[in-house]
């Protein structure tokens, strides 16, 4: 059942004469929103581009118009949007965990995915209280870098135990070091980089190389790692950029999610 699409106070106002940015309709019979950017999109529009940004697990709204630069707030998008109440209980959930993810203490349980947190940065060695309670009160310890669970006798310190792992993340960094080059937009370069600022690894897909990592939202180059706070501080040009393609990184931030 659609809403009433209706003006949001200095966010929204509603046409009938401009065109949708996405379908290019113009019928005078379809309210239309004009977003704060000032490019024009549907109720509908709107709905079906919420559920692909849903459908990545991304939380991120930027205007889909190709050039701008603008980020809709989720309450922008959310009062435009014909979503179910589950649909943007989803929405929101995600942003809470990005949140969440922010701090560099807090890391996912590999095994049951709630939220751990460990209160010194140098330490590796996390508890998960669920998993310890399901266990009968047996400690459940996993590493924070390799994810898997604590096997060196002490409950402590960088290293786990674990074949591979020397608490520097080396999971990732094999990844980093064996995933293959494509040639993105005219560029040969790695596949899959890690956030300058977090670590996360990202794999580019398509469209332009400036990405926003799902981890931290930090904003960074594609190809040379240059970052920044918003994507419109970003100095490399999205489409046809001519910086220095960055080698394969052999480190990740000790801020790691």
Known sequence: MQKNLVALPGHVTITTTEPDMLTFDNSPLVKRAKMPCGHVISQESMTDYCLSILGQRKHVFPCPNLGCKTEWPFFVVAHVANL???QRQEFETLIQD????K?????????????????DLNENCV????????????????????????????AGGRTCGNGGC??????????????????????????????PKCGTLLEYKDA????????????FCFYCLKGANTKAELKCNPY???????PRQATLSSTSP
């Not at 990005?98 to 993810?101: A, K, L, P």
């Not at 046809?240 to 960055?246: H, L």
């Open 84 to 86: 179910t109440p589950q």
């Open 208 to 219: 332009c190389t400036q990405m926003c990592c799902t981890g931290c939202q930090h904003y």
């Open 240 to 246: 046809n950029a001519t910086c220095i393609i960055a």
């Open 127 to 154: 508890e998960c209280s669920v998993c310890t309670a399901k266990q009968g009160g047996r400690r459940f310890l996993y590493c924070c870098d390799c994810l898997r669970e604590w096997k060196a006798s002490i």
């Open 98 to 101: 990005n949140e969440t993810s």
């Open 166 to 195: 020397g608490g520097t993340d080396s999971r990732r960094l094999e990844i980093l070091a064996s995933c293959p080059e494509k040639t993105i937009l005219r560029r040969l370069a790695p596949v899959i980089r890690g956030c």
């Open 103 to 119: 701090d560099p203490r807090n890391q996912r349980c590999p095994t049951c995915r709630t939220w751990c947190r460990r209160h």
